[in-house]
């Protein structure tokens, strides 16, 4: 095996066995934490399991939890491929599922097609999301302000928003107890999958997150983005538009944060309201961060951390635990992510080739 199919083969190991180790060290922790309280970590763990993927209806669960996860995920893991950290996808998501209502509204309205209506909702919430996120794209390339920075502070602003829209204008005069906005209405609404109690949003999700790879990792496109994020001046140098990769890929990791915002609206609430806000970006950072930005390495962690909320209801009811403790294992686990950062390079992993492993043919004489 030549030194440079062993270095490739090693980062690859790296970026499986790093954070499978992290997560490790992660539930021990979370164990030493749950036992100081009094609780036994193996009993948590054997209930956490039976709560996201025991049973059909845990799968279910999980997978629909695991839906807008994978869409948010990629409004980090899409411009982290440039080299930027965006942690931005909540306000984005937020915004989505609010321009998706007031273009789906009139619509339904009026009476107008529902898939007519719902391609209208998922391209103004998609927009939505796009141009929140690339503005801070634009911000970083015009005026290098720090992307993690006017993202996060942007998410501020977005639920602000939010909170102003479903409160004044937009409120429907039937919601007394929680401002919201009108309802969509059930025909308008995005439906389950045929056997399943899971919304095509997952579906969509899993489609999102193979185009993004694809794109990527297997287009002129993506390559240019991947070699503007390893060197940016050896992108200038080779006359690679800079500006417009840092904007179009922020835009399109927005773009699939604002998407999860239009099908929370129209496959699980209904209508806009305060209960859009309720962490998926924020968790999304993580399942990214563990998919070490890949596309295609965000379905499964987001499965898994779908799963991870899916058990807090369990926890509370069989264990007397608040449903947010789920929480404190993810916060650990990111901890112990951003720390495993420093073993990258470091661990000498045993590669093998698979061709010294397979009998020569005088072995078979």
């Not at 939505?128 to 998410?155: C, F, K, Q, Y």
């Not at 977005?158 to 906005?181: C, F, Q, Y």
């Amino acid at each position: 095996m030549s030194e440079d199919t062993r270095l490739k083969y090693g980062r690859a190991a790296e970026a499986i066995a790093i954070p499978l180790m992290a997560v490790l060290v992660s539930m021990v922790l979370f164990g030493g934490f749950v036992a100081a309280v009094g609780v036994d970590p193996i009993e948590l763990y054997q209930l956490m399991y039976r709560g996201a993927f025991g049973t059909w209806f845990s799968w279910q669960n999980t997978l629909q939890r695991a839906a807008p996860l994978l869409l948010v995920a990629l409004c980090t893991a899409l411009p982290a491929q440039l080299g930027m950290v965006v942690i931005g996808a909540e306000g984005a998501l937020v915004l989505g599922g609010l321009a998706a209502m007031a273009a789906g509204l009139p619509l339904a309205g009026a009476g107008a097609p529902v898939i007519v209506t719902q391609v209208v909702m998922a391209a103004a919430g998609m927009l939505a999301g796009g141009l929140w996120i690339g503005a801070t794209g634009a911000l970083r390339h015009r005026r290098g302000v720090s992307e993690t920075i006017s993202s996060l502070l942007m998410v501020y602003i977005a639920v602000a928003i939010l909170n102003h829209m479903v409160e004044g204008p937009m409120r429907d005069p039937a919601s007394l107890n929680k401002p919201s906005t009108p309802a969509i209405g059930e025909a308008y609404m995005i439906g389950d999958i045929p056997g399943m109690d899971v919304h095509w949003g997952f579906v969509l999700g899993v489609v999102f997150c193979i185009a993004a790879y694809v794109l990527m990792f297997h287009t002129t496109f993506g390559f240019a983005a991947r070699m503007v994020g390893g060197n940016v001046r050896a992108g200038r140098a080779a006359g690679l538009p800079v500006g417009r990769l840092v904007v179009l890929v922020t835009m399109l990791g927005g773009a699939a944060a604002g998407l999860a915002g239009m099908i929370e609206v129209s496959a699980v609430h209904g209508r806009a309201n305060a209960t859009l806000a309720a962490g998926y970006g924020f968790t999304g950072i993580l399942v990214a961060f563990l998919a070490r930005q890949n596309p295609l390495a965000v379905i499964p962690v987001a499965i898994l951390m779908g799963g991870i909320g899916a058990s807090g209801g369990l926890l509370q009811r069989r264990l007397d635990l608040p449903d947010a403790t789920v929480m404190v294992l993810q916060g650990i686990l990111f901890v112990v992510l951003l720390a495993s950062e420093t073993l990258y390079g470091r661990l000498r992993l045993p590669v093998f080739s698979l061709k010294a492993l397979l009998p020569t043919a005088s072995g078979k004489a």
